[in-house]
Nanobody
């Protein structure tokens, strides 16, 4: 089993940037994905990256603004979020996924996530 801890969220103005981190322990050579859940909405897939880091996919809503990456030596995955919009406000979660193609299917129990709030 893999343990995952998200960090890096915060409050930012529209147009700003944040970088989220997902620290993994355990069996870490897995495909990984980012998810988010806004208040009153279902959790949605944001981006995913394969175990070697050379293949990634994005939701249409974040394509061109967000970049997913990973550093296997540090057992950490990142989500660089640029040109943030108020609609990006959500709790962001990471998880292992079976495939990096959408729709993503998470494997592990959900962690606490990290809150991202974008003010207009």
């Amino acid at each position: 089993q893999v343990q995952l801890v998200e960090s890096g969220g915060g409050l930012v103005q529209a147009g700003g940037s944040l970088r989220l981190s997902c620290a993994a322990s355990g069996r870490t050579f897995s495909n990984l994905g980012w998810f988010r859940q806004a208040p009153g909405k279902e959790r949605e897939s944001v981006a995913a990256i394969n175990w070697s880091g050379d293949t990634s996919y994005y939701a249409d809503s974040v394509k061109g603004r967000f970049t997913i990456s990973r550093d296997n030596a540090k057992n950490t995955m990142y989500l660089q979020m640029n040109s943030l919009k108020p609609e990006d406000t959500a709790v962001y979660y990471c998880n292992t996924v079976r495939s990096v193609r959408f729709p993503l299917h998470p494997h592990q129990p959900w962690g606490q996530g990290t809150q991202v709030t974008v003010s207009s």
